[in-house]
């Protein structure tokens, strides 16, 4: 089956730095990818997506890069700011099911 | 925040019980995944039901069963509760025609003593 392995397992930036996480998977049917946003005691929440036949997409602060070939994909988060401190999970899925990386636990110090 | 809800918040059992938990989609959407997180980890698909059928199943043994009423909303029951159970315990709602784009909703949190 799928296996996703997340990279780092912790990050801390200062406020206005930017910050990278990494994500490699293993099935290469896999063909969408999203990363969910966790905060502490709350539902994991959907901040971008990628699907298989896309590079690179970005909404505002964030943005996500797919490598197919080397089955590598990435969060970037610019101008970081304290309220995006969280836990940061990527995910492959095929037909439906999500399997998630182990999580990154993102702090910005102000 | 979606529009995805579950009951209970927090529940207790001990080893050896059942339990159910009830999950309700967000409007418009007719398929229903369930996950375990285990505190410190990523969520772990269960199964997914879409038409109240499962459609697709992770590594979880039989005593994890579920659900789909004609509503769209889905139960997941747990027989035989061992202690690795204690989790959090969280649905997603998706869309027919995308249904790996999932919103969560928030989670039971099980405790098994």
């Known amino acids: 089956g799928e296996n996703v392995e997340q990279h780092p397992s912790t990050l801390s930036v200062q406020e206005g730095d930017s910050a990278v996480i990494k994500c490699t998977y293993s099935?290469?049917?896999?063909?969408?990818f999203p990363w969910y946003k966790q905060e502490l005691g709350k539902r994991p929440q959907l901040i971008i997506d990628?699907?298989?036949?896309?590079g690179e997409k970005k909404d505002q602060r964030i943005a996500v890069t797919l490598n197919k070939t080397a089955k590598h994909f990435s969060l970037h988060i610019t101008e970081t700011q304290p309220e995006d401190s969280a836990v940061y999970f990527c995910a492959a899925s095929y037909y439906g099911k999500l399997t998630f990386g182990q999580g990154t636990i993102l702090t910005v110090h102000p | 925040e979606t529009g995805v809800t579950q009951s209970p918040t927090h529940l207790i059992k001990t080893r050896g019980q059942q339990v159910t938990l009830r999950c309700s989609s967000q409007?418009?959407?007719?398929?229903v995944s369930w996950y375990q997180q285990a505190l410190g980890q990523g969520p772990q698909f269960i199964f997914q039901?879409?038409?109240?059928?499962?459609?697709g199943r992770g590594n979880f043994p039989p005593r994890f069963s579920g659900l789909q009423f004609p509503n769209y909303s889905s139960e997941l029951n747990v027989n035989a509760l061992e202690l690795d159970d204690s989790a959090l315990y969280l649905c997603?709602?998706?869309?027919?025609?995308?249904?790996?784009?999932?919103?969560f909703g928030p989670g039971t949190r099980l405790t098994v003593l």
């Open positions: 409007s418009g959407h007719n398929t």
């Open positions: 039901y879409y038409r109240e059928e499962e459609n």
């Open positions: 990628i699907r298989s036949n896309v």
């Open positions: 997603a709602s998706s869309r027919y025609d995308s249904t790996d784009t999932q919103y």
């Open positions: 099935d290469s049917a896999s063909n969408y």
